[in-house]
């Protein structure tokens, strides 16, 4: 049963006026789907407030992914990031976050004024160290899998928190379907305290459905709360509906269209290693091709166009890296064209670089008080010295190169320029 569905249902068979937003009304000139938009009428359940349709759903999410809660968003997973560092922290209060975080995460933490201690993504040792030396932090914040499908030892960093006393955050924005292949790689389900699962990413719903998967259901409420902060007060029932829907697909053919979609992406990749295109070892994820464009020595518009002559439409390509992300939805035609385009391509095996910051940068006021200050854009060759006063998160290599509050050093100003960040927000 699908719990919200059928709500819809019995609010659009009692053919009432629609008085109330939004303004089609559900005429039948639009499209079918247009009568399942409406606001939170009778009977329709709440979304910050869920205890009807909406919250069957979120239980089903959860005894799905084996959460104490599941709450749903419709406002993607920079509402689930946002409500879980709310959630987890109070202003003051003290995080350690690998820099490859998204823009919303940074954000969230000017808004909430966290102080936060930078380590390189993935580093273990790191991570250890800055609890050992900030040891009233109350959690370490994660991306994982990132944009190119890298994925971090979530075990390993749960059990470093654990020990002190901390919680283990995951921006799993990339993952949503990591818990239905064969091995378990779900955060959740290896020791995360809290996860955001953008389920529309690589499973069929529509653009902003999102899950925050927690681990102590106690927190269930609190978590509500604080997404409210944030999110809209008019979420959108096509996207939980999509969301509803797709709970049954979970259910019933999700694991093994899963199993079956990570034969045919490996056979790929194994392809595209055979081809010098993909390095041979990458800790992956299964769904994600990422293929490697300077090993070609074409230009990210030379690749781009050849994938498209292949009737390939990628979801990212620039001079280093080109990402195909793959799902049970696509055809066997679909795997053919990949297959064709990297018959007829060829690389010399060179993998991109992944950049890393040696020293993090020194900090010169918080990121609530740099993203709040009067600011002025400057040319980068000239902000050596300089306070920055936005972010700047390139992509790639998705790493925070200057965070608001830092100054911008020397080398910080290359990699920016090296990265096409020719002009930069500063504090004034």
């Given amino acids: 049963m699908n719990f919200i569905e059928q709500a819809l249902d019995e609010y659009i068979g009692k053919d009432l006026s629609r008085f109330h937003m939004p303004g089609h009304k559900g005429a039948e000139s639009f ?125 390993a960093f ?11 955050l995951v921006d799993n924005a990339h993952g949503a379907h990591l818990h239905f292949f064969p091995m378990e790689m779900h955060p959740i389900s290896l020791g995360a305290d809290m996860c955001a699962d953008s389920l529309h990413k690589s499973l069929p719903v529509l653009t902003g459905g999102a899950l925050l998967h927690i681990k102590d259901a ?11 902060l944030f999110g809209s007060t008019s979420p959108s029932y096509l996207i939980m509906l999509s969301a509803d829907r797709c709970a049954e ?43 490697s464009v300077k090993s070609t020595e074409m230009t990210a518009d030379e690749f781009g166009e050849k994938l498209r002559e292949h009737g390939i439409e990628p979801e990212y390509v620039n001079s280093e890296w080109a990402v195909l992300m793959a799902s049970p939805f696509n055809t066997e035609k679909d795997f053919e064209r990949v297959a064709s385009f990297i018959e007829n391509t060829f690389g010399n095996g060179f993998s991109a670089f992944e950049e890393r910051i040696s020293e993090m940068p020194e900090k010169a006021m918080s990121i609530r008080e740099a993203s709040f200050s009067d600011s002025e854009e400057i040319e980068t060759e000239k902000a050596v010295g300089r306070i920055a006063a936005g972010l700047n998160l390139p992509c790639p290599p998705c790493i925070a190169l200057s965070v608001p509050g830092e100054i911008i050093n020397e080398k910080i100003a290359g990699l920016l320029m090296k990265y096409g960040v020719d002009k930069i927000s500063v504090v004034k």
Avoid at 112 to 133: G, V, Y
Avoid at 158 to 168: F, M, N, P, Q, S
Avoid at 218 to 228: I, S, Y
Avoid at 257 to 266: I, R, T, Y
């Fill in 31 to 155: 499209p079918d789907y247009y009568k399942y938009d409406i606001t939170e009428v009778l009977g329709a359940d709440s979304l910050f407030e869920s205890s009807g349709c909406i919250a069957k759903t979120e239980e089903r999410f959860s005894k799905i992914y084996g959460s104490g809660a599941s709450l749903i968003s419709a406002g993607g997973s920079t509402l689930c990031i946002q409500g879980m560092l709310a959630t987890v922290l109070s202003p003051g209060d003290e995080l350690i976050a690998a820099r490859n975080c998204h823009a919303s995460a940074v954000n969230t933490m000017a808004l909430l004024d966290i102080n936060t201690t930078w380590i390189n993504p993935r580093d273990l040792k790191a991570a250890e160290k800055a609890f050992i030396e900030h040891p009233k932090a109350k959690a370490l914040y994660i991306t994982s899998p990132d944009y190119f499908g890298v994925m971090s030892d979530i075990s």
């Fill in 218 to 228: 106690n927190l269930r409420d609190v978590a509500k709360r604080k997404m409210r």
């Fill in 158 to 168: 749960a059990e470093i928190c654990h020990r002190y006393g901390a919680k283990l």
């Fill in 249 to 291: 697909y979970l259910e019933t053919r999700a694991r093994t269209d899963f199993a079956m979609l990570n034969g045919k992406v490996a056979n790929l990749r194994y392809k595209a290693f055979e081809h010098g295109l993909a390095p041979k070892v990458r800790n992956v994820e299964p769904a994600r091709l990422t293929l």
